[in-house]
């Protein structure tokens, strides 16, 4: 006889996956493929997913690591993460067709770390080295006027060049709480460090942290759809983990789940990262309700209209 499957509550995060500057990251490689027919180049994982690499694959997107592997007259786009200036200018040189899918948020960053250090301001960039974006940040400006910080330990080793000119800007998805620690720490350290006009960490990051710390109490268990590369992704287990997950993974499918870990939950929580497609989270319903007999609960916590437009010179609007 059939053993009768065992009652879970799926709570579902809500938001969750797709912010405004992937969808728009994805827009413009899809749009581009319209325009042109394929191949079109993309300069790194547009956004961090291999299933979204590999739809875009499908319809003719060709993803290299540098310009260099882009041919003469191709066209190319560079990532949502955004690109060190040095990378326009090199497509320029080479006269490629180039779009820039920088999400507008990480462009704000941008322009805001040029404007303090046209202030004259050192300026310390609270991120995670060798993320695109961070690179990308650093890029905008000359050798050494940026100082990448990582830790409370890296704060308390930054020695200025003057305590009294210093300014800070951040990665766009880091950890909230981490972040508010390292400001604490940079302004304990330096009263007068110039903060960002307007927090640099985006509404998509916020949100979707604040959704997993709502339903965290009520989980014995939390999985994440992302990728470990996924900067915002793996900030989303570590909120699971401190609001009280006794089990919190990041999946990047449904096969991912390690359901001997996960054990015997009555209440498990989902969310999915800012560049996790939503198909991918249906996958893993459907995974569960194989294995349990699932009651689906939306938890929504706040509801986004954000969206982004698509760069002119592509759409010709
Ligand atoms: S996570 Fe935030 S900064 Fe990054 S692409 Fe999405 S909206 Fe833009």
């Known amino acids: 006889m059939m053993q009768a499957k065992r009652p879970l509550t799926l709570l579902l995060a809500s938001p969750r996956g797709f912010c405004a500057g992937v969808d728009r990251a994805i827009q413009i490689v899809e749009t581009a493929l319209e325009k042109f027919g394929p191949p079109v180049y993309v300069r790194h994982e547009i956004v961090h997913n291999r299933f979204v690499v590999e739809?875009?694959?499908a319809k003719g997107a060709i993803f290299v690591e540098e310009l260099d592997e882009v041919p003469e007259g191709g066209k190319v786009i560079f990532s949502a993460h955004g690109v060190p200036k040095s990378v326009p200018a090199a497509a320029e040189a080479r006269e490629l067709i180039y779009f820039d899918a920088t999400c507008p948020l990480v462009?704000?960053?941008h322009i805001e770390a040029g404007r303090l250090h046209e202030r004259g301001l050192q300026i310390l960039l609270i991120g995670h080295a060798g993320h695109p974006e961070v690179i990308g940040t650093m890029g905008q400006l000359p050798e050494r006027a940026v100082t990448l910080v990582e830790t409370l330990a890296d704060v308390e080793a930054f020695r200025p060049r003057d305590p009294d000119r210093l300014a800070f800007v951040t990665q766009t998805t880091l950890s909230i709480d981490?972040?508010?620690?390292?400001?604490?720490?940079?302004k304990?350290?330096?009263?007068?460090?110039?903060a960002p006009h307007k927090e640099d960490i985006?509404?998509?990051t916020t949100n979707r942290q604040e959704a997993v710390k709502a339903i965290a109490p009520r989980a014995e268990a939390m999985l994440v759809i992302g990728a470990p590369n996924s900067s915002n992704s793996m900030r989303l287990v570590e909120v699971a983990e401190r609001a009280g997950c006794t089990y919190a993974a990041l999946v990047q499918r449904a096969t991912d789940i390690d359901w001997a870990a996960l054990g015997h939950p009555h209440t498990v929580g989902l969310?999915?990262?800012a560049s996790a497609p939503d198909v991918l989270v249906d996958e893993v319903i459907a995974a569960f309700r194989e294995h349990f007999d699932v009651t689906l609960e939306m938890a929504e916590t706040v509801r986004e209209s954000v969206q982004f437009k698509l760069p002119r010179a592509l759409t010709g609007e």
């Open 55 to 57: 739809t875009l694959e």
């Open 107 to 109: 462009s704000k960053v």
């Open 178 to 186: 981490d972040t508010a620690e390292m400001v604490a720490a940079l």
């Open 188 to 194: 304990a350290r330096f009263p007068n460090i110039v």
């Open 202 to 204: 985006c509404y998509a």
């Open 271 to 273: 969310t999915a990262g």
